[in-house]
Nanobody, 126 residues
């Protein structure tokens, strides 16, 4: 079993930056593709980006391309989401998730992820 804990959320002004962390425990996630999702009030959970098990490949939803960067440190069992040039529409609860598919592909579909964190709130003021 894998436990995921997000941190680093908070309140930031538009144009600012935040770095979210997702720390895993219970077992290593070094062979798992990882994803970041977000959910705004009244909206469905949406894909933000994903990273391959090795970190060599990333994928992002169009609205965050060029502003957000996902990375991972497998030695620390941690995944990161660097968010720059934040906009009010980025306001949401952000979740990290892990696919229990050793060395498998990434995915943008929430239902294909097996483990989820509790989420961290990101609020961007205008």
């Amino acid at each position: 079993q894998v436990q995921l804990v997000e941190s680093g959320g908070g309140l930031v002004q538009a144009g600012g930056s935040l770095r979210l962390s997702c720390a895993a425990s219970g077992r290593t996630i070094s062979s798992f593709p990882m994803g970041w999702f977000r959910q705004a009030p009244g909206k469905e959970r949406e894909f933000v980006g994903s990273i391959s098990w090795s970190g060599a490949s990333t994928d992002y939803t169009d609205s965050v391309k060029g502003r957000f960067t996902i990375s991972r440190d497998n030695a620390k069992n941690t995944v990161f989401l660097q968010m720059n040039s934040l906009k009010p529409e980025d306001t949401a609860v952000y979740y990290c998730a892990a696919r229990r598919t050793n060395f498998g592909p990434t995915s943008s579909i929430p239902g294909t992820y097996d483990y989820w964190g509790q989420g961290t709130q990101v609020t961007v003021s205008s």
